[in-house]
C-alpha cells in the first residue's frame, strides 16, 4: 500500500462509505465498480450498516493498491467453463 497510503493519511475518517469511494481514490473508482467486484467476490473487505456499505480506508486503498493493472475482477474467471463462455457469447 505504499503508493496509495496518502489517501489514507488524507481521508478525514477510519471509515470510506461506497457513496463516497470516488471521492477517496480521486475519481478512478465509482460506487457502482466496487458494488460489481463485491458482487463477484473479489472486491475489499467489506462493512454494512443497515443499508449502507463502508469500507477501512487501509483496506480500500489497500485493494487498490493490489488491483492497480488488473481487470480480471469482472466476476467471470469465479464462473464455470460452460457458464463463462455464455456469458462470453461463445456458448449455447
Same mark, same amino acid.
Given at each position: ?36 467486484? +463485491?458482487?463477484?467476490?473479489? &472486491?475489499?473487505? =467489506?462493512?454494512?450498516?443497515? %443499508? ?17 493493472? +488488473?481487470?480480471?475482477?469482472? &466476476?467471470?474467471? =469465479?464462473?464455470?467453463?460452460? %457458464? ?9
Amino acid at each position: 500500500m505504499k503508493r496509495l497510503h496518502s489517501l489514507v493519511e488524507k481521508w478525514p475518517s477510519a471509515i470510506v462509505a461506497r457513496s463516497m469511494v470516488s471521492e477517496f481514490s480521486g475519481g478512478v473508482l465509482s460506487p457502482g465498480t466496487l458494488a460489481n467486484a +463485491d458482487s463477484a467476490g473479489c &472486491g475489499p473487505p =467489506r462493512m454494512k450498516f443497515r %443499508r449502507k456499505v463502508a469500507y477501512l480506508a487501509t483496506d480500500l486503498a489497500r485493494w487498490m493498491e493490489e488491483h492497480l493493472d +488488473d481487470t480480471s475482477c469482472t &466476476g467471470l474467471e =469465479r464462473l464455470e467453463p460452460e %457458464r463463462r463462455a455464455e456469458k462470453e457469447g461463445g456458448g449455447k
